[in-house]
């Protein structure tokens, strides 16, 4: 039974999007780090995107709320722990496809930390593409241009574990 | 620094079983909480007034992150035993306050409502002096024996590198430009090599910091430091650094601090339940 409400849980941890990126679930973002669950009462451990992110107690109280609506749950905490790294790695591939699907690009891989980047175009997929504003308007997301089709897109930064 | 002797503590209650350890540990993450809660302070004051509107967006989104890393600093001291987050941001008096002088600096004649007149060369010069400074700091402490404090380093070190890149493209560009923009950034490095000397300094905890491997002494930090500025401006670690003001590490500050201090408790006091 444990193995199967453990399921259910991750199971609605699908459903429940990042409110500033809409259509991504948090469990796609990788943001899920811990489900623990004791008798009916469910404890989650998450792990914020950017430090910054103002977002983080309306996705706590989010994943709460959708929780607590499975008929065998009592009691459902949410965690954020800044003990553990988020990577852009982390995001799953129904994460990406998901980003893509709604204008934004996902981050280009085998980045290095400090150095320019750019990420095709999630419109017409071409590779001609400029940073215009590696700051938009949330600190996780970039404006970047493409030349091709002309249009202006989001991409999500890259930030990956530090080598010094 | 190589972890030697020195045993890992790997949590809040094992730190607060040596009262030696606590006040340095607790010392350390207050200079690096107030270094970023005034920065980003200062930071926000320039909403809707930088050069250009994706400048705007820019530097606002720099400013919440810091304020976001500030907030995970204060929340380690919180860990400790000191008071809450928004407490130890917005409540404490200036003296107890652990910042570089530097940072706490108006931004300009003028107030935010009323004036603006800021100075865009000072905030280029002081953010770019900041990011680099935050870098070899943190890369220090990424080996630090208490490992809770490591770990948000090791975070912030991973958002940061926007930041310093940011303020670098700022400094080139304006430092090659005209003679009058290069000009008032050389004033400005002139000022905040007089000003900014406290930066590397540990306070009245530094020697029991280096004993407990909580951090590289004051000597590495410093030359780490100018070292990573040499990399943009070649010329600025042969100029004589001081302390004009004394050293804030130590809780001398200057009247900008309470200027800074009271404009943020009446925006805190007015709405105590704002998340921020
Ligand atoms: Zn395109």
Redesign the interface.
């Known amino acids: 039974m444990q193995e199967q409400r453990l399921q259910e849980v991750r199971a609605v941890l699908k459903t429940v999007d990042d409110p500033e990126l809409p259509s991504v679930s948090v469990s796609d973002l990788g943001m899920v780090h811990d489900v623990k669950i004791i008798g009916s009462q469910v404890y989650i451990t998450m792990v914020p995107t950017?430090?910054?992110?103002?977002a983080l107690?309306f996705i706590q109280r989010d994943v709460q709320k959708a929780v607590t609506e499975l008929s065998w749950v009592s009691e459902c905490e949410v965690q954020f722990t800044?003990?553990?790294?988020?990577?852009t790695d982390a995001i799953t591939d129904e994460g990406k496809k998901q980003l893509k699907k709604h204008g934004i690009a996902p981050p280009p891989e085998n980045y290095q930390?400090?150095n320019e980047w750019t990420v095709a175009c999630p419109y017409c997929d071409s590779d001609f593409t400029s940073m215009?504003?590696?700051?938009?308007?949330?600190?996780c997301r970039s404006i970047l241009y493409c030349t091709t089709c002309k249009n202006p897109f989001e991409a999500m930064?890259p930030?990956?574990?530090?080598v010094? | 620094m190589e972890r030697g002797e020195e045993e890992m503590i790997e949590s809040a209650e094992k730190a607060k079983q040596d009262p030696i350890y606590l006040n340095a540990l607790k010392d350390l993450i207050y200079q690096l909480a107030d270094d970023d809660f005034i920065i980003s302070f200062r930071g926000s004051e320039w909403l809707g007034l930088a050069p250009h509107i994706e400048e705007d967006v820019a530097f606002s989104s720099i400013t919440q992150n810091t304020m976001g890393h500030a907030l995970m600093f204060y929340n380690l001291l919180e860990e400790l035993g000191e008071p809450e987050a928004d407490q130890l941001a917005h409540e404490r008096q200036s003296n107890v306050r652990k910042n570089a002088i530097y940072f706490e600096k108006k931004n300009g004649e003028g107030h935010y409502t009323e004036e603006p007149y800021y100075d865009w060369a000072l905030t280029v010069v002081r953010n770019f002096l900041y990011e680099t400074f935050k870098k070899v700091k943190l890369e220090a402490i990424t080996k630090s024996s208490y490992q809770p404090l490591a770990n948000v380093a090791g975070k912030v070190l991973m958002e940061q590198p926007y930041h310093l890149a940011h303020w670098k493209i700022w400094f080139n560009q304006l430092y090659h430009s005209t003679d009058e923009a290069h000009e008032r950034l050389q004033a400005r490095l002139l000022e905040a090599s007089e000003e900014i000397g406290d930066v590397y300094e540990l306070g009245h905890h530094a020697t029991e910091m280096e004993h407990f491997e909580l951090m590289i002494s004051e000597g590495t930090l410093r030359e780490r430091w100018l070292n990573e500025v040499s990399k943009t401006i070649q010329e600025f670690p042969s100029i004589d650094i001081g302390k004009k003001f004394g050293s804030g590490r130590e809780g001398d500050h200057t009247p900008d601090l309470n200027q800074a201090l009271e404009i943020l408790s009446e925006v805190y006091e007015s709405d105590k339940d704002a998340v921020w």
């Not at chain 1, 800044?82 to 990577?87: A, R, Y």
């Not at chain 1, 215009?132 to 600190?139: D, K, L, Q």
């Open positions: 950017f430090a910054g992110c103002p107690d800044f003990q553990e790294k988020w990577s930390p400090g215009e504003n590696v700051f938009g308007p949330t600190a930064k930030v990956v574990d530090y010094y």
